[in-house]
């Protein structure tokens, strides 16, 4: 309010102040009209000796005519009137201009430096008040971190699940703030610092808004953008503006999200060490750690992006602890589930652990939105809770994408579809070791024209040489199939990606995983990232031209022989490839139940919800197809260890 009322004092002061100077610029005011004269007129008066006495003042000529009535007229300054009215025998008065009041003249004086007092002030408040987080003309280097009270967060940790380990973790930090004489009568020291570690969604940063829910001490958020600005010098300012506040309020807790936007190693760019992130990160770790102690502070940090964060910034004494908030197992995505379907009503048929069980690989995040994509696809179809098929629903979009029903193909589109998904299906049923078919799809989704779904059965840390080299197989399984039914001349670019998977595993089996007899267990392979971490501008081969042939060669030969291994396999079960290509065009849609009767060599049962239809013609050949993007084989990725 008070803002408000000096903007329009400040206004008013500035209308003031152009209406005095358009009245001094304006001089004399016009002539009355009943009284005045064009200057023609008035010297026709004057030659014919009807004027006896004028007065001039200014602009302005007023005088009495010889019968007493009096005139007005407008003075151009015409230096040749005076000898005129003199030789006219006209009596002359001359009289100074009117002035403005010594009030008016002080106001005109200094009122222009008065408002630029003013609005300098008006900027100054405006700038305080509104703080570093509105970004205040005057508050750049003010710290953007936003203040917590008690209270306002309403996440706790009962709203966070699948992360016990980690939970725990910050959970011993709130007891420490809350009683620290449990901990230092042993004497225990307070950690400085916790880095959160992990995939995207996982929970960081919902594990720290259960400590602002639970802790009972002021707690700062910021993110790690908010420090950098294109100005020199900001960074750092905010940084110490930050744990000044912090120290006026301690014991407290600082949260920094996404650290990695200013926590990189230094000396990582092109343009050198004296950069603003740098700047910034210089003075964090002072803050941190420098002379100055920062007792009752707590910084937790949120990333990633672990591998780029600078070796001092991760040391005890800054970050004592890194806690790592990885993928939930089944348990913890069970946890997670019921934690998410409390918001939504659900029906007495859906099982949390059947879900978690199906979802191996998601994220907290992942689950969330699986949640709700089950909760939108019940209101569409006008349902009052959530049951179980819209889940599958749900679990089947997120997992193969959505369905495109609008797309419309040809018979032999769909028939080489067909084909090309069975193949996948049957290849990877039967190598040793790989994950179970879950379902198949020649349904438009995304932008593939068909899906193969793989699921683990369960959790999976890392994988076996016979593992890869099995998905490698099922990879080649659609393109074998093509080309054995179609013949060499039909086969599509539908397997592309299927290649550039295979070829990707094989070559990460040779030079990352060490899992080639003929090379051993050497690393070849060169550090992607490093250009872009700054390490080295330019890169250099750390292997031989013969190293480099040897390690192609040995790619090849595991790509021909799992290819050739998936050859063998499709050509003595091209029955069973049939059968499940007839299948798949009459339903569309296949899943575990179906190919286990088609694996089994009996007849097909209908799935639930189809009734059993006549099974077209699923035919041998069919002209060239166009080229089209085709769906992966969909599965869990490959381990690194």
Same mark, same amino acid.
């Given at each position: 309010m008070k803002n408000k009322s000096l903007s329009i004092i400040l206004w008013a002061a500035v209308g003031l102040w152009m209406l005095m100077i358009f009245n001094s610029m304006s001089g004399s005011p016009p002539p009355a009209e009943d009284r005045s004269l064009t200057y023609s007129a008035f010297l026709a008066e004057l030659s014919d000796g009807s004027i006896r006495e004028v007065t001039i003042q200014d602009q302005r000529i007023t005088g009495v005519r010889a019968d007493g009535s009096r005139f007005e007229t407008f003075n151009p300054n015409d230096p040749a009137l005076v000898g005129d009215l003199l030789n006219r025998g006209v009596t002359i008065r001359a009289e100074a201009p009117e002035r403005p009041s010594l009030l008016i003249q002080v106001l005109a004086a200094w009122l222009p430096f008065l408002l630029l007092i003013g609005v300098w002030i008006w900027i100054m408040r405006r700038g305080a008040m509104g703080g570093g987080g509105s970004g205040g003309l005057f508050n750049f280097g003010k710290s953007r971190a936003r203040q917590h009270a008690e209270g306002e967060v309403k996440i706790t940790f009962q709203d966070v699940a699948g992360v016990e380990e980690a939970k725990q973790e910050v959970t011993e930090l709130v007891e420490f703030l809350r009683n620290p004489q449990k901990f230092s009568s042993l004497g225990g020291r307070i950690p400085r610092g916790v880095m959160m570690v992990g995939p995207p969604g996982t929970g960081k940063t919902m594990l720290a808004k259960a400590i602002a829910g639970e802790a009972r001490v002021p707690f700062f958020s910021i993110s790690g953008s908010d420090f950098v600005e294109m100005f020199v010098g900001v960074?750092?300012?905010?940084?110490?503006?930050?744990?000044?506040?912090?120290?006026?309020?301690?014991?407290? @807790? *600082?949260? &920094?999200?996404?650290?990695?936007?200013?926590?990189?190693?230094?000396? +990582?760019? $092109?343009?050198? /060490?004296?950069?603003?992130?740098?700047?910034?990160?210089?003075?964090?770790?002072?803050?941190?750690?420098?002379?100055?102690?920062?007792?009752? @502070? *707590?910084? &937790?940090?949120?990333?990633?992006?672990?591998?780029?964060?600078?070796? +001092?910034? $991760?040391?005890? /004494?800054?970050?004592?602890?890194?806690?790592?908030?990885?993928?939930?197992?089944?348990?913890?995505?069970?946890?997670?589930?019921?934690?998410?379907?409390r918001k939504v009503p659900i029906a007495d048929d859906v099982d949390p652990r059947t879900i978690a069980r199906g979802t191996p690989g998601f994220s907290g995040a992942d689950l969330a939105n699986l949640v709700n994509e089950a909760a939108l696809f019940a209101a569409r179809a006008g349902l009052t809770?959530?049951?179980?098929?819209?889940?599958?629903?749900?679990?089947?979009?997120?997992?193969?994408?959505?369905?495109?029903?609008?797309?419309?193909?040809?018979?032999?589109?769909?028939?080489?579809?067909?084909?090309?998904?069975?193949?996948?299906?049957?290849?990877?049923?039967?190598?040793?070791?790989?994950?179970?078919?879950?379902?198949?799809s020649i349904i438009p989704r995304g932008r593939a024209l068909g899906v193969t779904l793989f699921l683990p059965e369960r959790d999976r840390y890392s994988r076996s040489k016979r593992q890869l080299e099995s998905m490698i197989s099922s990879l080649f399984g659609g393109r074998v199939a093509e080309e054995m039914i179609f013949g060499p001349q039909y086969v599509t670019t539908g397997a592309s990606n299927d290649i550039e998977r295979a070829t990707e595993i094989s070559r990460n089996m040779v030079t990352r995983f060490g899992l080639s007899e003929r090379l051993g267990p050497l690393a070849y392979a060169e550090d992607e990232g490093e250009v872009f971490l700054g390490h080295a501008v330019t890169q250099q081969s750390k292997i031989s031209a013969q190293t480099a042939r040897e390690i192609d060669q040995e790619i090849r030969a595991i790509i021909d022989r799992n290819y050739q291994r998936t050859r063998q396999i499709l050509e003595e079960n091209v029955d069973k490839l049939h059968a499940m290509a007839q299948g798949l065009l009459q339903f569309e849609t296949i899943s575990r139940e179906q190919i286990d009767d088609i694996m089994a060599g009996r007849p097909m049962r209908p799935p639930e919800g189809h009734e059993d239809e006549p099974k077209p013609d699923a035919g041998q050949e069919g002209p060239e197809q166009p080229d089209r993007p085709h769906g992966p084989v969909v599965g869990g990725p490959v381990g690194e260890h």
């Amino acid at each position: 309010m008070k803002n408000k009322s000096l903007s329009i004092i400040l206004w008013a002061a500035v209308g003031l102040w152009m209406l005095m100077i358009f009245n001094s610029m304006s001089g004399s005011p016009p002539p009355a009209e009943d009284r005045s004269l064009t200057y023609s007129a008035f010297l026709a008066e004057l030659s014919d000796g009807s004027i006896r006495e004028v007065t001039i003042q200014d602009q302005r000529i007023t005088g009495v005519r010889a019968d007493g009535s009096r005139f007005e007229t407008f003075n151009p300054n015409d230096p040749a009137l005076v000898g005129d009215l003199l030789n006219r025998g006209v009596t002359i008065r001359a009289e100074a201009p009117e002035r403005p009041s010594l009030l008016i003249q002080v106001l005109a004086a200094w009122l222009p430096f008065l408002l630029l007092i003013g609005v300098w002030i008006w900027i100054m408040r405006r700038g305080a008040m509104g703080g570093g987080g509105s970004g205040g003309l005057f508050n750049f280097g003010k710290s953007r971190a936003r203040q917590h009270a008690e209270g306002e967060v309403k996440i706790t940790f009962q709203d966070v699940a699948g992360v016990e380990e980690a939970k725990q973790e910050v959970t011993e930090l709130v007891e420490f703030l809350r009683n620290p004489q449990k901990f230092s009568s042993l004497g225990g020291r307070i950690p400085r610092g916790v880095m959160m570690v992990g995939p995207p969604g996982t929970g960081k940063t919902m594990l720290a808004k259960a400590i602002a829910g639970e802790a009972r001490v002021p707690f700062f958020s910021i993110s790690g953008s908010d420090f950098v600005e294109m100005f020199v010098g900001v960074g750092a300012s905010r940084v110490r503006d930050l744990f000044e506040q912090a120290k006026k309020s301690s014991p407290c @807790i *600082i949260f &920094i999200d996404e650290i990695d936007a200013v926590g990189r190693r230094r000396g +990582a760019g $092109l343009g050198g /060490g004296h950069d603003e992130r740098e700047q910034t990160l210089n003075q964090l770790l002072v803050e941190m750690d420098g002379f100055a102690g920062n007792e009752g @502070i *707590i910084v &937790i940090a949120a990333t990633n992006r672990a591998d780029v964060l600078d070796p +001092a910034l $991760l040391r005890p /004494g800054r970050f004592d602890r890194q806690v790592v908030v990885g993928l939930p197992d089944l348990a913890g995505r069970e946890a997670i589930l019921k934690v998410h379907m409390r918001k939504v009503p659900i029906a007495d048929d859906v099982d949390p652990r059947t879900i978690a069980r199906g979802t191996p690989g998601f994220s907290g995040a992942d689950l969330a939105n699986l949640v709700n994509e089950a909760a939108l696809f019940a209101a569409r179809a006008g349902l009052t809770k959530v049951n179980m098929e819209t889940f599958e629903k749900a679990k089947d979009k997120i997992m193969m994408g959505a369905e495109r029903r609008s797309v419309v193909m040809s018979d032999e589109e769909k028939r080489l579809t067909a084909y090309h998904e069975a193949g996948h299906a049957i290849v990877g049923r039967l190598v040793p070791e790989h994950d179970p078919v879950h379902k198949v799809s020649i349904i438009p989704r995304g932008r593939a024209l068909g899906v193969t779904l793989f699921l683990p059965e369960r959790d999976r840390y890392s994988r076996s040489k016979r593992q890869l080299e099995s998905m490698i197989s099922s990879l080649f399984g659609g393109r074998v199939a093509e080309e054995m039914i179609f013949g060499p001349q039909y086969v599509t670019t539908g397997a592309s990606n299927d290649i550039e998977r295979a070829t990707e595993i094989s070559r990460n089996m040779v030079t990352r995983f060490g899992l080639s007899e003929r090379l051993g267990p050497l690393a070849y392979a060169e550090d992607e990232g490093e250009v872009f971490l700054g390490h080295a501008v330019t890169q250099q081969s750390k292997i031989s031209a013969q190293t480099a042939r040897e390690i192609d060669q040995e790619i090849r030969a595991i790509i021909d022989r799992n290819y050739q291994r998936t050859r063998q396999i499709l050509e003595e079960n091209v029955d069973k490839l049939h059968a499940m290509a007839q299948g798949l065009l009459q339903f569309e849609t296949i899943s575990r139940e179906q190919i286990d009767d088609i694996m089994a060599g009996r007849p097909m049962r209908p799935p639930e919800g189809h009734e059993d239809e006549p099974k077209p013609d699923a035919g041998q050949e069919g002209p060239e197809q166009p080229d089209r993007p085709h769906g992966p084989v969909v599965g869990g990725p490959v381990g690194e260890h």
